[in-house]
T-cell receptor, first 113, second 112 residues
Framework: DTGVSQDPRHKITKRGQNVTFRCDPI?????LYWYRQTLGQGPEFLTY????????KSRLLSDRFSAERPKGSFSTLEIQRTEQGDSAMYLC???????????FGPGTRLTVL | QKEVEQNSGPLSVPEGAIASLNCTYS??????FFWYRQYSGKSPELIMF????GDKEDGRFTAQLNKASQYVSLLIRDSQPSDSATYLC????????????FGRGTSLIVHP
């Protein structure tokens, strides 16, 4: 148990629809990360939060993507007008201090038809 | 752009053999190095991390770091079929960087 849950675990949607994923840390963590992983690739950084502040965003995070962490606890990642290229595993991770080891949640697998 | 390179494999070894997985990185200022294991359909899980040049051992796993040559490796002794997975190398820079860069992973197959 890595101390983080993600919901839903699987999502199938049609192209053009909006989807929202949620990440819930079991305990308090200052920092929270989102990654995307496609088949045959390692996790690619999308964004991270320090409490409720979104401190850095990857250029992978187009204007169709938005992430929030309103109370510095759970976080949501929304994708608007989904495209087939958005099909991937979306991973939430909590870092361990002081090593910064990333502890990943189970992920949300998105399939865009 | 910071890059982490791994041979995608698959690397196939017989049960009981030593599996050697390699990773090179481009950012000479990198400070922290991690190996993760990922089973098919699951999320990555940490095997070990290493900061200093040399070897670090944990059970059947040994991580080796050579900062001068910018490579990090993972040795798995007495490989078991349950070790069959994708092994991801991740590298984090220094200077207050909080963002690790992952390689694409090496697929390892341990056959009985």
């Amino acid at each position: 148990d890595t101390g983080v849950s993600q919901d839903p675990r699987h999502k199938i949607t049609k192209r053009g629809q909006n989807v929202t994923f949620r990440c819930d840390p079991i305990s308090e963590h200052n920092r929270l990360y989102w990654y995307r992983q496609t088949l045959g690739q390692g996790p690619e950084f999308l964004t991270y939060f320090q409490n409720e502040a979104q401190l850095e965003k990857s250029r992978l995070l187009s204007d169709r993507f938005s992430a929030e962490r309103p109370k510095g606890s759970f976080s949501t990642l929304e994708i608007q007008r989904t495209e087939q290229g958005d099909s991937a595993m979306y991973l939430c991770a909590l870092p361990d201090s002081p090593t910064d080891t990333q502890y990943f949640g189970p992920g949300t697998r998105l399939t865009v038809l | 752009q910071k890059e982490v390179e791994q041979n995608s494999g698959p690397l196939s070894v017989p049960e009981g053999a030593i599996a050697s997985l390699n990773c090179t990185y481009s950012d000479r200022g990198s400070q922290s190095f991690f190996w993760y294991r990922q089973y098919s359909g699951k999320s990555p899980e940490l095997i070990m991390f290493i900061y200093s040049n040399g070897d670090k051992e944990d059970g059947r796993f040994t991580a080796q770091l050579n900062k001068a040559s910018q490579y990090v490796s993972l040795l798995i002794r007495d490989s078991q079929p349950s070790d069959s997975a994708t092994y991801l190398c991740a590298v984090k820079g220094g200077g207050g960087s909080y963002i690790p860069t992952f390689g694409r992973g090496t697929s390892l197959i341990v056959h009985p």
